[in-house]
């Protein structure tokens, strides 16, 4: 029985004709051919008519069309291959030499409004391009319609090159009016949506991009603020050793002028045994002089700092507070003749929130002369014992804490 097919003795694949395995030959390199009784598939699909040539063909077909009833027509597609090369005549082969060498092809010209209209819904220059070219620039209507009759096509975006001055009759359009509006309008919905998922990702990145600039900044403020607190901690340590050797320089400096007033009185070296016990007597001493009283100033800038030590583990609620208590002082500074301003309620949720319930907080209000009335439900500043010294005082306090990052942390 004669070859019905040619199969690929590298790969195994069928091929119908000699002019196939030499296509197949040059874009693999396979060069080990021979006939098979085995016929190549054509299963032709009854819906649209699409032939398929394998069944991997005909399941891709059916997954992205829907069609799933194909016709078997391998027997009657099947012939006899002839391994002999078909000769051609000498007028044939100058016919094809002629053609070959006139023939330039080129990108069509299409309507470039067209165009423009369909790139616009979403298509690509080259699907929109081949779209108008063969549909013969007739309307946008009967390019959308060729783009929908022939959206499986392999080749549907690659550019299209036709020879110099050939022509395209544009074909009859296969859809009615009302379904290829229906299409037209399907298919700007999905240009539309693909347009603005591509918005929303764009969004997503620029915010992404956003916040990682904002932690970028955050983080570099905070090594600079840490770099800051080092640099004056590392600066105060260093004045503070400056300041015991400068000490230390002065005892010595006493020590050698004592040394010699002795020799010049022709005394004899005083022993150093006897000048230790006369520490305790000069420490005795200064225990006993007068113990300068603590300003109100010293006092609230104490019952500040005791007030953020206590609560160092949460500085913004510590902030909050330092700023109600200013705004209680600055208040009563501005208005000190309206009792709302000098009258503050110890139950009300929101002081109790803010400086009630922190240790110091109200120490700090009686300090500035408020006094605890009616039972001890309320704080009240009595009019003629507003005292705007003290209040001017303890607003510069206050406001120290609050701009200092350092206070209360030595």
């Known amino acids: 029985m004669a070859g019905v097919s040619l199969k690929c003795g590298d790969c195994g694949a069928l091929l119908r004709s000699v002019e196939e395995a030499q296509e197949h030959a040059e874009l693999t390199s396979h060069s080990n051919f021979a006939e098979s009784t085995e016929a190549v598939l054509n299963l032709v699909c009854s819906t649209c008519g699409k032939p398929c040539r394998s069944k991997?063909?005909?399941?891709?077909?059916?997954?992205?069309?829907?069609?799933?009833?194909?016709?078997?027509?391998?027997?009657?597609?099947?012939?006899?291959?002839?391994?002999?090369?078909?000769?051609?005549?000498?007028?044939?082969?100058?016919?094809?030499?002629?053609?070959?060498?006139?023939?330039?092809?080129?990108?069509?010209?299409?309507?470039?409004?067209?165009?423009?209209?369909?790139?616009?819904?979403?298509?690509?220059?080259?699907?929109?391009?081949?779209?108008?070219?063969?549909?013969?620039?007739?309307?946008?209507?009967?390019?959308?319609?060729?783009?929908?009759?022939?959206?499986?096509?392999?080749?549907?975006?690659?550019?299209?090159?036709?020879?110099?001055?050939?022509?395209?009759?544009?074909?009859?359009?296969?859809?009615?009016?009302?379904?290829?509006?229906?299409?037209?309008?399907?298919?700007?919905?999905?240009?539309?949506k693909k347009k603005?998922?591509?918005?929303?990702?764009?969004?997503?990145?620029?915010?992404?991009?956003?916040?990682?600039?904002?932690?970028?900044?955050?983080?570099?403020?905070?090594?600079?603020?840490?770099?800051?607190?080092?640099?004056?901690?590392?600066?105060?340590?260093?004045?503070?050793?400056?300041?015991k050797r400068a000490r230390e320089r002065i005892r010595q400096k006493l020590e050698e002028d004592k040394a010699e007033r002795r020799r010049k009185l022709g005394l004899p070296p005083e022993d150093p045994s006897t000048t230790k016990p006369s520490a305790p007597v000069v420490e005795e001493k200064k225990m006993s002089l007068p113990v300068r009283p603590a300003t109100k100033a010293e006092q609230m800038r104490e019952c500040l700092r005791s007030l953020k030590q206590n609560h160092k583990e949460d500085d913004a609620k510590v902030k909050r507070a330092f700023q109600t208590l200013l705004t209680f002082v600055g208040n009563v500074v501005k208005n000190p003749d309206e009792e709302k301003f000098r009258k503050i309620r110890l139950t009300n949720q929101s002081f109790q929130e803010r400086v009630g319930s922190l240790r110091g907080g109200t120490q700090f209000l009686e300090l500035c002369g408020f006094e605890k009335m009616e039972g001890g439900e309320f704080l009240f500043l009595a009019r003629d014992k507003v005292d705007m010294a003290v209040l001017h005082s303890a607003g510069s306090e206050l406001d120290s804490a609050i701009k200092n990052p350092f206070f209360g942390v030595l």
Do not use: C
Not at 92 to 109: F, G, I, K, L, R
Not at 158 to 176: G, I, Q, R
Not at 209 to 224: P, S, Y
């Open 56 to 192: 991997t063909e005909s399941d891709l077909h059916t997954k992205r069309t829907g069609h799933t009833e194909f016709v078997d027509k391998t027997a009657d597609a099947a012939k006899p291959i002839s391994l002999e090369v078909p000769k051609v005549t000498a007028s044939e082969s100058e016919d094809v030499a002629a053609t070959s060498q006139t023939e330039e092809m080129v990108v069509p010209e299409v309507d470039k409004n067209l165009l423009q209209e369909l790139e616009g819904m979403g298509f690509s220059k080259e699907r929109a391009t081949r779209a108008l070219h063969y549909s013969g620039n007739a309307s946008l209507e009967a390019a959308v319609n060729w783009v929908v009759e022939h959206e499986n096509d392999m080749d549907i975006d690659e550019m299209p090159l036709v020879p110099v001055n050939s022509k395209v009759e544009a074909p009859k359009p296969s859809l009615t009016p009302e379904q290829l509006k229906a299409k037209q309008h399907e298919l700007r919905e999905k240009a539309r």
């Open 196 to 243: 603005e998922e591509e918005e929303k990702r764009m969004e997503r990145e620029r915010e992404k991009e956003r916040i990682r600039v904002g932690k970028e900044l955050l983080e570099a403020k905070r090594i600079e603020e840490e770099n800051e607190r080092k640099r004056i901690l590392a600066l105060r340590k260093a004045e503070k050793e400056e300041e």
